[in-house]
């Protein structure tokens, strides 16, 4: 071979080892890095849903409709979101390979909506440390790329415990609850919502039937009904579908809905409806990924936020002189400091919490939370 050939040959391979390695080190660049910006072009997310984003589960819809909102704002195309349903909460291993797949699929930011990912998605961030994970109401995150987000609902709960406590001439308030004592989150939401009451009605009485599932229209349905016959003339529910403010409507009830506007569902029977919103939580998440500023932590959204809030009165429903009253506790939250659950608490077996003064600390609220308030009543 001659050497004018070699020394082509030479040029061309140091030029495709220049190529390899310039391509190989933009690649690394646009790794994400704690603390460093990220391309917003390369962000890929993968979502885990509890359920299909169709079916009746609000809960569902309400995160879907977060997500797309998300999107919309920061501006990502569909080929940057990848969805996984029906993936259940009680199945680590579902979840595992769930999320595996995301990442398989390019993934480098995974939302996962449910307290029971919280232990798969704390072990995976591990092992994938350029991935960052977030999941729903948990209490888990770590130094890098872990973190978990959630809407504070005893704000908006304790908006509607006003109306309830308002509305009512039994004095016999009804609530659905999908699980018992033992879930914070659930039980925070219960005495908010009797503490709401409490304000304007200290003869009313919370009377609560669990379930023991966030998915259940029958199991929701019997206990709205059980509930009725106990008396019980407005019905909420912490449960993940309409039925309890259906079953009210059926029963010639008032109602106040959860997750989403359920006016539509029980159009007769629903008086407000406590309403999440998750894009204001998706997209300052997803923005401090792109801007650098992501810092793994417990973050809570409420009101001041647009997080949480309740749907305006169907005034045809209302009792008197609620507007004003949920006005009057909603600036308070927003401007004035009130946090629903403050000073010293008298639970309904006879024991006191928290401190006068005092505020119960947002780790409490969300994981420490095993006592009713001492209006409320177990079915």
Known sequence: MKNGEWRIIFAICYLLLVICFTGCGEQQATEWEFGQPFPKERIVIGVIHPNEIDSDSLFDQAQYRGTVEMQRKIGLADSQIIRKTNIFTGDP???????????????????AMSWGYMDTCERLALEFPSVVFAHATGIKFNDRNFTNYSIRLYQGRYLSGIVAGLKTQTNRIGFVAARGKDNSEVTGAVNAFALGVASVNPDAQIYVAVTHSWYDPMGETNAANALIAAGCDVITAHANTPAAQIAAERNRVWAIGYNADMSGEAPDAVITSVVLNWEALYTRFVQSIIDGTFVPRTNLYGIAENAIDITPLNRDLAPQGAEAAVEAARQSIMHDGFNVFGDVLETNDGRYVGEEGKTLSDDVILSGIDWYYRNVVEL
Do not use: P, S, Y
């Open 93 to 111: 291993v579902a979840a595992e390979g769930a999320i595996r797949d995301c990442i398989a699929e390019g993934a480098n930011i995974i939302i």
